[in-house]
């Protein structure tokens, strides 16, 4: 166990013992480590684990007016309409997942009533729903670190797509909400396992 894993832990821990609900996310550079850590945390912790990629941008969306915005290539109104009041109560509910396949909803994902939950993935502290968290963790990756794990994970053609369009809009969106800035924990995961 890393000691950065252990203070996530441990601070997950505090809040838990005095009987308080709480809701994790985890936002950071592609590769950096999210779902990883998020499936840690969830076995640790029984936890449900809800994922910002569930919630791309349904091809009506995809505008060039919308890749624009800072943040603009998640549907953040959709979270935040069918995610967000839940994660707050701690309740049970299900949203349906966006199916990158298909291009279009999906299966429908169900979320059991939790003590702690774990929102994972880029945008998930974005300013129209990081004030719902209690935990807010970032992850940073070196960036030849982080080439070598997209090319492993998405391959050749996956890397140029990421460094092409996918990168550039999560550093615009870094740039300009400053998600780090907000966040309890702020974690390079360059040489890290958890």
Request: hydrophobic share 40%.
């Amino acid at each position: 166990m890393t000691s950065a894993f252990k203070e996530v832990c441990e601070a997950i821990e505090k809040r838990v013992s005095r009987g308080e609900k709480t809701a994790v996310a985890i936002d950071g550079f592609a590769a950096a480590g999210k779902s990883t850590l998020a499936a840690a945390l969830a076995e640790r912790f029984y936890a449900p684990v809800i994922h910002m990629d569930d919630f791309f941008l349904r091809p009506e969306q995809r505008t060039p007016m919308r890749f624009t915005e800072p943040g603009g290539n998640v549907d953040h109104e959709r979270f935040a309409a069918e995610a967000l009041p839940h994660i707050s109560l701690h309740d049970a509910f299900s949203y349906r997942r966006f199916d990158c396949k298909k291009m279009a909803l999906g299966e429908r994902v169900f979320i059991p009533e939790n003590d702690v939950v774990i929102v994972e993935g880029s945008y998930s502290c974005h300013v129209n729903l990081i004030y719902v968290y209690d935990i807010k963790i970032f992850l940073k990756v070196g960036k030849s670190e982080q080439r070598r794990r997209i090319h492993e994970r998405n391959g050749e053609d996956g890397l140029l797509a990421f460094e092409e369009k996918w990168i550039p809009l999560e550093m615009r969106y870094f740039d300009a909400q400053k998600p780090d800035l907000k966040c309890d924990f702020v974690i390079d995961n360059t040489d890290m396992l958890w």
